[in-house]
């Protein structure tokens, strides 16, 4: 297995796996905390849109994934602004119609480009190019910029809206900016999971950290660290028996989850409040 890693391919996708698992469980906190779990769901959906286009026109499927995911993102954020039973709707157009156009542009495509459509889907490094690589890492390094100035103000607006307005904390243009770092953690993920599994390496180390976790930052912590070893790992089960990386990933995770969850059970019995329930007689 270590064998391997001296080939190009693999170097790289190392490092992308690296990029994925630190920065998506860190986006995904915040998605769990604004309760928009889905939120990655739909922008992978709209992100194959991009993709699609790419391949169709023979473009960079890099920055098109990128454009249509934060356009999408956006888009959502402001319908839900609006009102949350059409920003639901609005997810769910999008995971119909993202879906849609990616197959539709790309089997519109020359026949040699159209089977690059499962690579985008269900992630394959052996494709990556280093130009490709280079992209991943300035769109996750600017992920973290954006969360070192403003991260302290979405978490803010996550726990409570009404208070980040009296605090004079831009409401909107951190939720937007939220939407368009879950774009951009959408498309380094999707060459190491999957554009259709994105969303799961953003939300599932989160929900394996909240079984051991209390506050915020430890949830923060841990998830990326789950997320890191459920990427490395997985991606050299991947190269040592020869599936994709995505959904090996993705299995590993949730197992972590799994036995997390079980882990935490008698945990937190025991650290739960007891509540006394007092007999009161009733005379007749």
């Known amino acids: ?78 319908i839900r602004d609006k009102s949350k039973a059409a920003g639901d709707l609005a997810l769910a157009l999008m995971f119909y119609g993202g879906i849609a156009g990616g197959v539709m542009f790309v089997s519109l495509a020359p026949a040699s480009s159209s089977t690059a459509l499962n690579s985008y889907l269900f992630g394959s490094l052996t494709t990556a190019s280093n130009s490709d690589l280079l992209a991943l890492v300035l ?43 879950s774009a951009g953690t959408v498309v380094v993920g999707m060459r190491v999971v999957g554009l259709l599994l994105v969303s799961a390496i953003m939300i599932v180390p989160v929900a394996a950290a909240q079984q ?48 997390l969850t079980v882990l935490a059970a008698p945990i937190n019995r025991r650290t739960r409040p007891k509540v006394v329930k007092h007999e009161h007689e009733i005379s007749p």
């Open 1 to 78: 297995m270590i064998e391997i890693l001296q080939y190009d391919f693999a170097q790289r996708a190392v490092i992308a796996a690296v990029l994925i698992g630190l920065v998506a469980p860190i986006i995904g906190v915040f998605l769990v905390q604004r309760r928009l779990a889905l939120l990655g769901d739909g922008t992978g959906h709209v992100a194959l849109t991009g993709v699609g286009l790419a391949i169709f026109f023979n473009w960079a499927p890099i920055p098109m994934a990128l454009l249509a995911a934060a356009i999408g993102a956006i888009s959502i954020e402001i």
């Open 139 to 181: 769109i996750s390094f600017a992920i973290i910029v954006a969360l070192f100035f403003w991260g302290r103000q979405m978490f803010a607006v996550g726990v409570d809206t009404d208070v980040a307005k009296v605090l004079k904390i831009p409401v909107r243009f951190n939720a937007i900016l939220l939407a368009i770092l």
């Open 212 to 259: 051991l976790t209390k506050s915020f930052k430890s949830t923060m912590f841990y998830g990326s660290l789950i997320g890191l070893i459920s990427s490395i790992v997985g991606l050299l089960i991947s190269f040592s028996v020869d599936v994709p990386p995505g959904p090996t990933i993705v299995i590993l995770a949730l197992l972590i989850f799994v036995i």
